[in-house]
């Protein structure tokens, strides 16, 4: 599975952007999605997970109550809307998929769980 994330950019403090990660190359409806993070000097961390068909979803406390994740699997891609954004949400974002059609086991919040990595996207927040 090849993964193609965009919608990155430099923001405000209090705005919004929203991420998309285009899948090709396996059955994308199988697959569980998850957004990931990484700030400078710091591990990557989970941000939301959705599960194959879109009825679950799991989100950070960071971003609870500001991050949407969703799907749209006709599309074979999978979104991040993410608004009243804060400087520390400052970092790349990969999206990233693991093979699990059922959603068995229930969705995986750590990065070693994900076999397939994008490249990831530049968000920058600024005060």
């Known amino acids: 599975v090849q993964l193609q994330a965009c919608g990155g950019g430099l923001v405000q403090a209090g705005g919004f952007l929203r991420l998309s990660c285009v899948a090709s190359g396996g059955t994308f409806s199988s697959y569980a999605m998850g957004w990931f993070r990484q700030a400078p000097g710091k591990e990557r961390e989970f941000v939301a997970g959705?599960?194959?068909?879109?009825?679950?979803?799991d989100y950070a406390d960071s971003v609870k109550g500001r991050f949407t994740i969703s799907r749209d699997n006709a599309k074979n891609t999978v979104y991040l809307q993410m608004i009243s954004l804060k400087p520390e949400d400052t970092a790349v974002y990969y999206c990233a998929a693991r093979y699990n059609r059922y959603n068995v086991g229930g969705l995986a919040t750590t990065s070693d769980k994900y076999p397939y990595w994008g490249q990831g996207t530049q968000v920058t927040v600024s005060s």
């Open positions: 959705i599960s194959w068909r879109g009825g679950f979803t």
